[in-house]
């Protein structure tokens, strides 16, 4: 099983990244997916989810509005595209994917939100 993000980076306050995700080694439609992110001195968090066929998605407050989670099953990625980026927003970002008791998680990708 392999989740790999990719997209990080060093962005300025008011911009956008995008984050993928790919995935591989385990039925991707049959599982959920999310985005965690965990910033420096802080414990780790939800960001958003998606349910294993693109139809239901949550947020953490803080990100609602400016956030969108995406999934293409045909292809195995799962996005995060982040607009109005905040200092806030600054952390390392996980992917993870869920079905019942297993769970995979990705390296993470470092995003810097800074002037």
């Known amino acids: 099983v392999q989740l790999v993000e990719s997209g990080g980076g060093l962005v300025q306050p008011g911009g956008s990244l995008r984050l993928s995700c790919a995935a591989s080694?385990?039925?991707?439609?049959?599982?959920?997916m999310s985005w965690f992110r965990q910033a420096p001195g802080k414990e780790r968090e939800l960001v958003a989810a998606?349910?294993?066929?693109?139809?239901?998605?949550n947020y953490a407050d803080s990100v609602k509005g400016r956030f969108t989670i995406s999934r293409d099953n045909a292809k195995n990625p799962v996005y995060l595209t982040m607009n109005s980026l905040k200092s806030e927003d600054t952390g390392v970002y996980y992917c993870?994917?869920?079905?019942?008791?297993?769970?995979?998680w990705g390296q993470g990708a470092p995003v810097t939100v800074s002037s």
């Open positions: 998606i349910s294993n066929t693109g139809g239901s998605t």
């Open positions: 993870k994917a869920y079905r019942l008791i297993y769970s995979y």
């Open positions: 080694g385990f039925t991707f439609s049959s599982y959920a």
